[in-house]
């Protein structure tokens, strides 16, 4: 009888071990859960604000490059008058005739 009462109680504790055992892994899990939705929260929320600085940084640029002040384009050109050109125009003539 006492032998069965030492097996009972045996039992009875290890029982009562494996319950705390459960509880403690039980607990880890809900702890280790809620910090991995910590940690996911932590991650959109700085998601959130880099792209929030970064769409910032780019209407910054925008803004500065619309509101620069712009100057005008340079004028062409003017192309070099050959002698073609002098004779068309009538001053060539005067200055053959001049020089002959």
Known sequence: MEVDNRKNETR?????????IESVVNK???????????IEEIKWENM???????????VVIIFSLEL????????PPIPPRGP??????????DQMESAT
Do not use: N, W, Y
Request: charged share 25%; glycine share 4%.
């Open 12 to 20: 009875t504790e290890l029982k009562e071990q494996d319950i705390m």
């Open 28 to 38: 880890s899990i809900v702890t280790l859960s809620e910090l991995r939705t910590d």
């Open 48 to 58: 959130r604000k880099s792209v929030l600085a970064l769409s910032a940084f780019l």
């Open 68 to 75: 620069r002040p712009r100057t005008p384009p340079p004028p």
């Open 84 to 93: 073609t050109d002098t004779m068309a125009s009538g001053e060539g003539l």
